[in-house]
């Protein structure tokens, strides 16, 4: 067991390629611009592996997470000594494990989280770093057939859209792009990144072919853009916006549209609609209408391209300083 460099990280994935976006070596070098700095690991087989991110905190500790990994099936307990290894080299606190796999899990998934307590004693966390709710559509299927799955309303808007004369078209303007995402944060109380942040995704993820940067516009003028990724079988909606402009013309309904023609087009079958309030069905269809706040503002939007309703498993922690891990959930964690 090694730790490796991107380079041989990147080769290594090749044996992988529907792994998670969160496990892409260009995820980890994103991260890396800002505040997290990765570490990759894989057996001696060649067969498992996992990237790593540290986030650095006072007095030379760390948080270790492990997004969607680890990749392959790690059976024995080398491959978790050796991540034990890698997190105290690197001071952390604890370990936080989001596993690629849902709850309504398959019998692979089930026996990846069994391998998992059984090697490496974790504790369920109460804490999830990406959020456990999505909507996931099937993409396989043709053009008709998906568009005959979502609600009646979202094909009424995409229709609109194009009568309305919206068009879609690839984009590059990112500083145009932060700006129409600082609008939709205000408005829809959510978090964005700053603009070097966007830009050093598409300069990562873009030449690859695994991003594209997609623009809603009516008479030339942008209406609402959105970032996509793209990795083997699976498609992801990462980043949205939209600004208050000609909101009449539903562009973000053609542009969500145009987004998974892009992934279909790729030879995706999954598209993940990425964050929805983490409740059941019936509460969401329940409070849809009334509630605004957190992921219920785009709930509603998201839940029209039809798609099923998936929550991941929840985050598992491995503690490494009790006390400080403690400290860290009371005073930091709840606050992320």
């Known amino acids: 067991m090694t730790e490796v460099t991107l380079a041989v990280w990147n080769q290594f994935l090749e044996r992988y390629p529907h792994v998670h976006l969160l496990q892409m070596g260009e995820w980890g070098e994103l991260k890396s611009a800002f505040g997290w700095f990765p570490r990759r690991i894989i057996d001696a087989d060649g067969e498992v592996g996992a ?107 995409i229709r609109l859209a194009e009568k309305k004369s919206v068009t879609v078209r690839a984009w590059d303007d990112i500083a145009a792009f932060h700006e129409m995402m600082t609008v939709t944060g205000g408005r829809d109380g959510f978090g964005v990144h700053s603009k070097e942040y966007y830009q050093r995704a598409y300069e990562l993820f873009h030449p690859k072919g695994t991003c594209e940067l997609l623009v809603a516009e009516y008479e030339g003028k942008p209406l ?57 069905e019936d509460t969401l269809e329940a409070q849809f209408e009334s509630r605004h706040d957190g992921l219920w503002g785009v709930y509603r939007f998201k839940r029209g391209f039809g798609g099923q309703l998936k929550r991941s498993v929840q985050a598992l922690d491995r503690v490494y300083n009790p006390m400080l891990y403690w400290a860290y959930l009371k005073f930091i964690g709840n606050r992320e």
Not at 100 to 128: C, G, M
Not at 236 to 258: D, I
């Open 224 to 280: 609402a853009s959105l970032m996509v990724f793209a990795n083997g079988r699976r498609a992801w909606y990462v980043y949205g916006a939209s600004n208050n402009e000609e909101r009449n013309r539903m562009p973000t309904y053609l542009l969500q549209w145009e987004a998974i023609r892009w992934a279909k087009a790729r030879g995706c079958a999954e598209y993940d609609l990425w964050g929805v309030p983490d409740e059941n």
């Open 51 to 157: 990237q790593i991110l540290f986030r650095r905190l006072p007095l030379g500790f760390t948080v270790a997470y492990m997004p969607k990994g680890p990749v392959g099936v790690p059976d024995g307990y080398t491959f978790w000594s050796e991540v034990d290894a890698v997190c105290k080299a690197n001071r952390a606190v604890f370990l936080k494990i989001e596993l690629d796999s849902w709850e309504s899990r398959s019998s692979f998934d089930q026996a990846l989280e069994k391998l998992v307590r059984i090697y490496f004693p974790v504790k369920t966390s109460s804490h999830n770093i990406q959020p456990p709710g999505t909507i996931l559509i099937n993409i396989k299927e043709s053009e008709e057939e998906i568009l005959a799955a979502m609600k009646q309303k979202a094909r009424y808007n």
